[in-house]
């Protein structure tokens, strides 16, 4: 991977299926947040762009990063 992306940074991946990412984004899990928020997709972006547009809403919400935390808004749920 490093090699076909020409990547000179470190490397996370996870590998959760839906329901278990749903679940950890919704729970405010740092690393979650982190990859929605600071990370590059390189497959999935479908899946990656309907997170990164949640996230950004639940930022007007009141959702903000205070490394290495997260400060999360009273409800992490966009109703």
Sequence with gaps: ?????KLSLGLDAFCYRANEFN????EGVVSILD???HGICIFGYDFYKDYKEKLEKLKEKGLKR????WIL???MFLD
Excluded at 1 to 5: F, L, Q, R, S
Excluded at 23 to 26: D, E, L, N, T
Aim: charged residues 25%.
């Design 35 to 37: 990859s929605i928020d």
């Design 23 to 26: 679940k950890m984004f919704h």
């Design 73 to 75: 808004p009273e409800s």
């Design 1 to 5: 991977i490093y090699e076909h992306y």
């Design 66 to 69: 205070d490394p290495p935390v």
